[in-house]
């Protein structure tokens, strides 16, 4: 089976110690593992011994601000293929059959929309309780895997069902898990019985590649040439597709901007690398070219820095220019049935982005004029030129331009590629 990723929640309880044995053959089978442990848990093994073993950082708060920053709760719930939750306490089983929501771990089972294992362990008097029969029962009519507790003497001296099933048997219902893995159901919604939210989502199903910011060419270890983009707009696009329930590519140059949420992201220096990211990253249905790509790049690269002599000669340098991506993108085998690219311009705009639009094949160019919205603004005033002519928006924040951008390329997929209907 391919490697997949796994977010496994360790709930507080004396069989908590196991799932570190489970950790290591998740490892051992290739799998990358994401930890985070409860309060509860923290008692019985510590985050240590996790990150250890997974080599990941190892998540315990839900109010851990520098992890909203890095990467946010719904991303580390969103990002895994299946979520495992061993030990399953009572407790625990208790707040996800209830939709309770007050810590990290409860938090990300229901931001959720992977599927969900959970490996109950308890005493054998909390497992047969009526209130914990109600509660795995309500789970598994939620879509949850519950395994079945082992049977045997507990830590506590009573004998009986409740204890947490051997990690390789836990191990052996991942497998399975992931094999048949389906996304958890949505709820019909009271009064709209057909109504799935993610399924009506207008970019659901699509794949959506995006470039964003700069690219920096080098000249030497230290110094590069670059430009002034900031990836802001590319990023907000990013994060409007993701919302819109598109699969969203980012391939992004250098900036210091926070992953939208949902949007898997590679970072890039150079237009090169972008062209073969970009390559990598087909076949799509809709690709937004953003990024702003230096045209050139030196002609020759220095291995080391380029010192000064003191003599005030100034070393040449030699410009070459770099792969048009977008006009690539747009001969390319798989082009996307929706190819966008972006014009910054300081004059003549509509004439400029027209005769952009043509000469890089393209189906849309999406014009701003730089001279009035400079690179790194929040705002964005856009003309969006097609073949049928110009579309200009008002003068917007780049959020904004974005969602809009991406209500008229739901549209335009749709006429290009009727959404399948289930
Ligand atoms: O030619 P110009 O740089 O103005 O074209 C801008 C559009 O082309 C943008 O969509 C940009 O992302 C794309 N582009 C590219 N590769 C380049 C240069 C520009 O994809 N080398």
């Not at 051992?28 to 019985?44: D, I, M, N, P, Y």
């Not at 895994?80 to 938090?107: E, N, R, S, Y």
């Not at 820095?305 to 991506?325: C, F, H, M, W």
């Amino acid at each position: 089976m391919a490697a997949k990723r796994i977010l496994l929640i360790i709930g507080g309880g004396i069989a908590a110690y196991k799932s570190i044995e489970l950790l290591r053959l998740l490892r051992k089978s290739g799998h990358e593992v994401r930890c985070v442990l409860t309060r509860a848990g923290e008692q019985f093994v510590t985050p240590m011994t996790l990150a250890a073993l997974s080599e990941n950082k190892v998540h315990t708060s839900l109010f851990d601000l520098k992890d909203e920053v890095e990467m946010g709760h719904i991303q580390l719930s969103r990002e895994a293929d299946l979520v495992v939750v061993a030990p399953a306490t009572a407790d625990l089983m208790a707040k996800m059959a209830q939709g309770l929501a007050d810590d990290l771990a409860t938090t990300l089972l229901l931001a959720t929309d992977k599927p969900v294992l959970a490996a109950p362990a308890m005493n054998v008097r909390m497992w047969l309780h009526p209130a914990t029969q109600r509660n795995v029962a309500t789970l598994r009519g939620d879509g949850v895997t519950v395994m079945e507790p082992d049977v045997g003497e507990m830590a506590c001296g009573e004998f009986g069902p409740g204890r947490l099933p051997e990690p390789e048997a836990i191990h052996d219902a991942i497998v399975e898990a992931l094999r048949t893995a389906t996304p958890l159901p949505l709820p019909a919604l009271a009064g709209q019985p057909d109504f799935a939210p993610s399924r009506r989502r207008p970019l659901y199903g699509r794949r959506i590649l995006i470039t964003a910011g700069p690219t920096h060419e080098p000249i030497d270890p230290v110094r590069y040439i670059a430009n002034r983009s900031s990836g802001k707009q590319g990023f907000a696009i990013a994060a409007a597709a993701a919302e819109a329930g598109a699969d969203v590519l980012l391939i992004a140059g250098p900036v210091s901007l926070p992953t939208p949420p949902g949007v898997i992201r590679v970072d890039v220096e150079s237009a090169r690398e972008m062209a073969e990211e970009v390559a990598d990253g087909l076949p799509v249905d809709a690709a937004i070219m953003v990024a702003a790509v230096a045209d050139w790049r030196a002609a020759d690269t220095s291995a080391q820095k380029i010192k000064k002599d003191g003599s005030g000669k100034v070393p040449p340098l030699a410009l070459t220019e770099n792969p048009d991506i977008l006009a690539g993108l747009a001969e390319h085998p798989k082009r996307p049935a929706l190819l966008v690219g972006f014009a910054a311009e300081t004059n003549d705009v509509l004439d400029h982005a027209k005769a952009k639009r043509v000469r890089k094949g393209c189906d849309w160019i999406v014009a701003n004029d730089v001279s009035a919205d400079p690179m790194g603004g929040e705002n964005n005033r856009v003309h969006i030129v097609s073949h049928d002519g110009v579309d200009s928006w008002k003068r917007l924040p780049k959020e904004a331009v974005a969602r809009k951008l991406m209500e008229k390329i739901a549209d335009e997929l749709d006429r290009r590629i009727p959404p399948e209907t289930d």
